[in-house]
Each structure stands twice: as structure tokens, then as C-alpha cells.
């Protein structure tokens, strides 16, 4: 093939417009797709772009209902269904014929089963109470321990804090031993302190 003619393909394909179809929601919002059926992308129409459908359910504006699973993608259109005004639901009485339930043997089956059940949990209740059995123990350990840290302190004494007077107490200039003889500096300047 040549390059002219592959250029001649491109060139149509690309000038083909798509026609695709729309379908307007209950809320006038315009969906476009190439067809409405399952499996088949779905887009909001705006402006200028085109957003994928987000998941969940929408009501066209003829009633149906179109179902998207996974985002974009048509996962199915119901038709519209009969639905009861919320009146005429209240009026609509159901009868629950008795004779249809067996009692006797439901309260058997219900037995059973709660049988079942309190046999699987009583040993991790067992467990459980041996756990706080211990824990209790453990606590009073702990107060005894508490009380007995009481007691000692309030058996000895406080010590009686120590306050600092300078006026009271005075202390002797510290003399230092010499071993050389005093020279007169040096006995001027004990004269001088001795004042």
C-alpha cells in the first residue's frame, strides 16, 4: 500500500462524524452514547466535554431505568415498574395464615442453635473469668503494697526542715599555715583584717 493511499484512509476516517444517540435523564440532564444498551459507554453531555456516567442508578425521562456498575459503562436498562403510591401500600393488608409455621419444631431448631452457641463460648468465658480472678488478685497485691507505704511513712518522723540565718552563725576566719616568716606586708595586712 502506499503512503498516499494510507493518507487518503486516515484522512476519511478522521472526517467521518460518529452520530451518537442522547437520552435525556428525569432530571434534564443529556446523557450521549453510541447505543443504549448493555455494555456500552455512557457520557453526560456539557458544553464542550463529555464526563463519564458515575456509578449508580438514574431514571430516564421516558421511566426506565438505566443501571451503571462500573463508571461509564451501561450495566443495564430496566423497564419502567408499576409502583405503589405509598397510600395505597398502607392499605394493602397482608394475612399470615398460621397453620403454615410449625412452632414446636422452630423453638426445636432455635433450641438447638442456641445450644450450640452457649456450648462454643463457655470455655473462653471460663477464660475470661480466670482472667479477671487474676487481676483482682493483682490489685489487691498492689493496694496491700500502697498500704504498707502509708504506714511507713506516717510511723517516721519528718525531718525538721533547715533554715539558713547568716546572722547566727558566724565563723572564724580560716588562718592559713605559712612556712615562711611573716614579712612586714604581711603583718600589716593581718592588722587590716583583723579590724
Known amino acids: 500500500m502506499k503512503a498516499t493511499d494510507l493518507l487518503e484512509k486516515i484522512k476519511t476516517l478522521l472526517s467521518a462524524k460518529v452520530n451518537l444517540a442522547e437520552m435525556i435523564l428525569e432530571n434534564g440532564t443529556i446523557l450521549e452514547a453510541e447505543s443504549f444498551a448493555t455494555g456500552e459507554s455512557v457520557f453526560i453531555k456539557s458544553d464542550d466535554d463529555r464526563v463519564a456516567l458515575p456509578i449508580g442508578e438514574y431514571t430516564l425521562e421516558d421511566g426506565r431505568l438505566l443501571i451503571v456498575e462500573e463508571e461509564g459503562i451501561i450495566a443495564e436498562i430496566k423497564e419502567e415498574t408499576a409502583e405503589m403510591p405509598a ?99 604581711d603583718i600589716v595586712m593581718q592588722k587590716l583584717n583583723n579590724r
Open 87 to 185: 397510600e395505597e401500600l398502607a392499605e394493602v393488608e397482608v394475612e399470615v395464615e398460621p397453620e403454615s409455621y410449625d412452632t414446636p419444631k422452630a423453638a426445636e431448631q432455635v433450641e438447638d442453635v442456641l445450644q450450640a452457641v452457649v456450648e462454643a463460648i463457655a470455655p473462653e468465658i471460663e477464660k475470661i473469668q480466670q482472667e479477671v480472678a487474676e487481676m483482682k488478685k493483682e490489685l489487691e497485691e498492689v493496694k496491700m503494697q500502697y498500704k504498707k507505704k502509708e504506714e511507713m511513712a506516717a510511723q517516721t518522723p519528718a525531718a525538721k526542715p533547715k533554715k539558713h540565718s547568716p546572722e547566727a552563725t558566724k565563723t572564724a576566719p580560716t588562718k592559713l599555715a605559712t612556712r615562711r616568716p611573716a614579712t612586714t606586708m
